[in-house]
């Protein structure tokens, strides 16, 4: 198995510009999980689901951000205007029986 | 007070020291614990699992205080590879979110 796979990598956008960040869990994991990783705070939870079905939303900063997840395959988190201070690595992580795997992240510099 | 909360660092020591770091945690219900090593601008892997009873691999231990609600992992005979950020993690209940801490980031110096 490839792992976790997020896309892009690297995501340089103009202020007010939407950025969609993509997110491919490990295939029969149950869980799957949004993160954002700042110097200043640490790893923060936006968002999870179980079985595709969004669980806990509290943590989305506000109603710029969005996340779907259509199917076990593929979830998508949506930043819409997008912000300087949404600049971050944001994480995507899928699980199965409490253990966590990670993808890479996806850098997002807001300008 | 912080769900998960480590000592920052940095914790600079040589090789072959032995380092420890601790953590706690706030919520007394939490059920799994665990230690997941962050390397620059990498993504956070799972390093070990925190058992009860206490749990080992190779130079790495690490345990679990319920009474006290902390969590600890020491490091021996520690090598340059060993530099990284270590994040200590809860999960309150299986399928739930897991938490972590901010990391405790570990030099090792030769």
């Known amino acids: 198995d490839a792992g976790v796979i997020q896309s892009p990598r690297h995501e340089v956008t103009e202020m007010g510009q939407e950025v969609t960040l993509r997110c491919k869990p490990i295939s029969g994991h149950n869980s799957l999980f949004w993160y954002r990783q700042t110097m200043m705070r640490g790893l923060e939870l936006l968002i999870y689901?179980?079985?595709?079905?969004?669980?806990?939303d509290s943590g989305m900063p506000e109603d710029r951000f969005s996340a779907k997840m259509p199917n076990a395959s593929f979830s998508t988190l949506k930043i819409q205007p997008s912000e300087p201070r949404d600049s971050a690595v944001y994480f995507c992580?899928?699980?199965?029986?409490?253990?966590?795997?990670f993808g890479q992240g996806t850098r997002l510099t807001v300008v | 007070r912080k769900e998960v909360e480590q000592d920052p660092g940095p914790f600079n020591v040589p090789e072959g020291a032995t380092v420890a770091f601790n953590c706690t945690y706030s919520n007394s219900a939490s059920q799994s614990f665990f230690w997941y090593r962050q390397d620059c601008r990498k993504e956070p892997k799972l390093l070990m699992s925190?058992?009860?009873s206490g749990n080992e691999d190779g130079r790495f231990t690490a345990q679990l205080n319920r009474a006290s609600q902390y969590i600890s992992l020491l490091i021996r005979d520690s090598k340059l590879s060993d530099s990284a950020t270590y994040l200590c993690v809860v999960e309150i209940s299986g399928n739930t979110p897991l938490v972590f801490g901010k990391g405790t980031r570990l030099s090792v110096i030769a």
């Open positions: 992580a899928s699980s199965v029986d409490s253990l966590a795997f």
């Open positions: 689901f179980n079985n595709n079905v969004p669980i806990d």
């Open positions: 925190v058992y009860s």
